[in-house]
T-cell receptor, first 114, second 110 residues
């Protein structure tokens, strides 16, 4: 596809369950970002991948959150033992490279933990 | 990356130019200025970026002061669809995250 694709678009899960969110970046983009946005709040950085370098995980809020990027393309964000405060829109973005390159965002996955 | 300061909100009349200021007084020589916007319930959208020179594209113009300590995003003819939160971000030319602040909520009124 032409843009960043995220799936599912909506996810409702029970508290305590694990969830996986998927991001398909634009082909050829080496940088991939995950953010989350709680209702009415700003974008909170979670994790950043750039090529084969070690990811910047400085934004992950707890060890229940993890992400991987396989083959330098598709990325999966996993949240274990979900809590109600994890409810948010999770946004993925990709770019060709850092510095002087714009990032393209997907439409996000709306996660609701009940 | 340098921190940015933006007004929390501003109104603009439809058809008029919207001038959105951003202060980045601690910017360093290799850091770019980016502008993104987020329309309600959508993912952020790239608008424009620059390093030293003023830039223009089909969406907007970016004016960067000579000392690079501030910049202005200009939407030349604001429409109702331009109502959004506008983010000014500074980031260096090394790998790293885009750090979004609170942005400016722009409301374009008829």
């Amino acid at each position: 596809g032409a843009g960043v694709s995220q799936s599912p678009s909506n996810k409702v899960t029970e508290k305590g369950k694990d969830v996986e969110l998927r991001c398909d970046p634009i082909s050829g983009h080496t940088a991939l970002y995950w953010y989350r946005q709680s209702l009415g709040q700003g974008l909170e950085f979670l994790i950043y991948f750039q090529g084969n370098s070690a990811p910047d995980k400085s934004g992950l809020p707890s060890d229940r959150f993890s992400a991987e990027r396989t083959g330098g393309s598709v990325s999966t964000l996993t949240i274990q033992r979900t809590q109600q405060e994890d409810s948010a829109v999770y946004l993925c973005a990709s770019s060709y490279r850092t510095g002087g390159a714009e990032a393209f965002f997907g439409q996000g996955t709306r996660l609701t933990v009940v | 990356d340098a921190k940015t300061t933006q007004p929390p909100s501003m109104d603009c009349a439809e058809g008029r130019a919207a001038n959105l200021p951003c202060n980045h007084s601690t910017i360093s020589g290799n850091e770019y200025v980016y502008w993104y916007r987020q329309i309600h319930s959508q993912g952020p959208q790239y608008i424009i970026h620059g390093l030293k020179n003023n830039e223009t594209n089909e969406m907007a113009s970016l004016i960067i002061t000579e000392d690079r300590k501030s910049s202005t995003l200009i939407l030349p003819h604001a429409t109702l669809r331009d109502t959004a939160v506008y983010y000014c971000i500074v980031r260096g030319d090394s790998w790293g995250k885009l750090q979004f602040g609170a942005g400016t909520q722009v409301v374009v009124t008829p």
